[in-house]
């Protein structure tokens, strides 16, 4: 594992980089040479040598990047070597989550469908409420006219807009389709012959023709 530059000036990872150069002062005046004893000497050399190397690397913006990133993958391969189920962990997590939202979609599912069947079925009795509604009420006035003719009483049905537009058009197409027959000369020779040789035709005939003069 490689030195934690952090640990060796005794900040944190998220320290400005005014407290960096504020704790190497104070750490490099500590342990300076020229103050300690003779036997501890040569150990402050090596704790300031690693004190200048520790402020060197995060004192530079560039060289704290690419030391910040190798101290996290560092720190990662530790935690997988002390947890080394914890992907395994994570992945059965993500299952187990994936899991519990297909169930849940499939309620949701389940539900929409019955909430459609019930609504289908309430339009349907709906629907069979009406025909039956509408059976009954034809039963009812089927009979009030049936009694009425037993009575005696002449029925008249007042007609619609519908039913005088219904019979024009019949009319303007029978009439229409005799002009067509009219045309043709076997069934026009047929029609005269019929005329000339019937006396009831003919007389019928004359009397439609009178009503239009």
Do not use: C
């Amino acid at each position: 594992m490689n030195k934690n530059y952090y640990d060796i000036l005794q900040v944190n990872k998220n320290a400005s980089p005014e407290i960096i150069e504020k704790a190497y002062k104070t750490l490099a005046k500590k342990y300076h040479p020229d103050l300690q004893t003779t036997e501890n000497k040569k150990q402050s050399e090596e704790i300031l040598k690693e004190i200048n190397e520790a402020y060197e690397i995060l004192s530079n913006a560039e060289k704290k990047q690419a030391y910040d990133l190798s101290l996290a993958e560092q720190e990662k391969q530790i935690k997988n070597v002390i947890d080394p189920n914890a992907h395994i962990n994570l992945t059965s997590k993500e299952n187990w989550h994936n899991q519990e939202q297909q169930e849940f979609l499939r309620q949701q599912q389940l539900k929409l469908e019955k909430q459609y069947r019930e609504q289908m079925q309430r339009e349907q009795e709906l629907a069979y409420q009406q025909q039956l509604e509408q059976a009954r009420q034809k039963a009812y006035y089927d009979a009030y006219i049936q009694d009425l003719k037993n009575r005696g009483y002449k029925i008249r049905y007042k007609k619609s807009l519908k039913d005088y537009i219904t019979s024009f058009v019949s009319l303007i197409a029978t009439i229409l389709v005799l002009f067509l027959l009219w045309q043709i000369p076997f069934i026009q020779n047929f029609l005269i012959n019929m005329y000339l040789e019937n006396e009831i035709i003919r007389a019928i005939v004359n009397t439609i023709l009178n009503l239009f003069k």
